[in-house]
């Protein structure tokens, strides 16, 4: 039998984290994770967020991915990186088309 209430404790205990991409004013694109992405995303737009946004903002969100801890959260960020710009607006395409679904 599944015990919900164990479930509930151990997400209390590990909160989820996220992975996010925003698009900076000059069309770039810049991808970090956090556990709160709207505080995050805000960071970026009052000059306090990495120093790659500070010069190109304001940003606007256009993904996020949740993980389930931080090391998943910075291996995925590291992967999406990696990958480059053509992966990140694939990323985008996927995630507009399953929204319209």
């Known amino acids: 039998m599944h015990d919900l209430s164990d479930e509930a404790s151990t997400e209390n205990q590990r909160p ?14 810049y991808t970090g994770w956090t556990f709160d992405v709207q505080r995050r995303v805000q960071e970026h737009n009052t000059g ?18 949740a993980q389930p801890d931080r090391s998943s959260a910075m291996k995925r960020e590291d992967q999406i990186k990696q990958r480059g710009r053509a992966y990140k607006e694939r990323l985008l395409r996927q995630t507009s088309t399953n929204a319209c679904s």
């Open 16 to 29: 989820t984290a996220y992975v996010y991409i925003v698009r900076c004013a000059d069309g770039t694109l």
């Open 48 to 65: 306090r967020g990495a120093r790659y946004t500070r010069q190109r903002g304001p940003v606007t969100l256009v993904y996020e991915e």
